[in-house]
């Protein structure tokens, strides 16, 4: 069984940096994509940023471009997102996920718990 466990919430004012990390135990880290999401409140969950397997691809959504950075060390089983120049409107409930890859949530079976992010302007 695969488990995800994110940390690094927090209340940070717009401008601000945070980084999030997701530990993941089980046996299928390595062979498995990599995303973050988010959900703020009365809204759907969406795509953040994803990263292959390998580490050799990098997506990201229009608005995590050229201020959130996804990344992962597989020998500490753990992938990272580090968010930068944040804003009001990033604050949600981030959700790291394992599984095919991808901007849809459905190809990922795999979740974590999900931790608070809130951006103060």
């Known amino acids: 069984q695969v488990q995800l466990v994110e940390s690094g919430a927090g209340l940070v004012q717009a401008g601000g940096s945070l980084r999030l990390s997701c530990a993941q135990s089980?046996?299928?880290?390595?062979?498995?994509?990599m995303g973050w999401f988010r959900q703020a409140p009365g809204k759907e969950r969406e795509f953040v940023a994803s990263?292959?397997?390998?580490?050799?691809?990098?997506y990201y959504a229009q608005s995590a471009k050229g201020r959130f950075t996804i990344s992962r060390d597989s020998a500490k089983n753990t992938v990272y997102l580090q968010m930068n120049t944040l804003k009001p409107e990033d604050t949600a409930v981030y959700y790291c996920?394992?599984?095919?890859?991808?901007?849809?949530?459905?190809?990922?079976?795999?979740w974590g718990q999900g931790t608070q992010v809130t951006v103060s302007s």
């Open positions: 996920a394992a599984g095919l890859g991808g901007s849809s949530p459905h190809e990922y079976d795999y």
């Open positions: 089980g046996r299928t880290f390595s062979t498995r994509a």
């Open positions: 990263i292959t397997w390998d580490s050799v691809e990098t």
